[in-house]
């Protein structure tokens, strides 16, 4: 019982290793989405009608 032991522990460190890269890779993957939205935030409603003098033509 002691040799099952000591081959498990191996595959134990391997899962939690696997589970901490996951878990990292859905904390950068949020962070990324977080802050690649527009630049100057989310349109109001009335910038459809009548654009601003400081943007590009489309």
Do not use: C
């Not at 890269?21 to 990324?32: K, N, R, S």
């Not at 527009?38 to 459809?48: K, M, P, Q």
């Amino acid at each position: 019982m002691a040799a099952a032991t000591f081959t498990t522990i191996p595959a134990m460190w391997l899962l939690l290793l696997e589970a901490l890269a996951a878990l990292l890779l859905l904390i950068f993957i949020v962070w990324w989405t977080m802050f690649s939205g527009r630049r100057r935030g989310e349109r109001r409603s009335g910038d459809d009608a009548a654009p601003r003098r400081d943007d590009p033509p489309r």
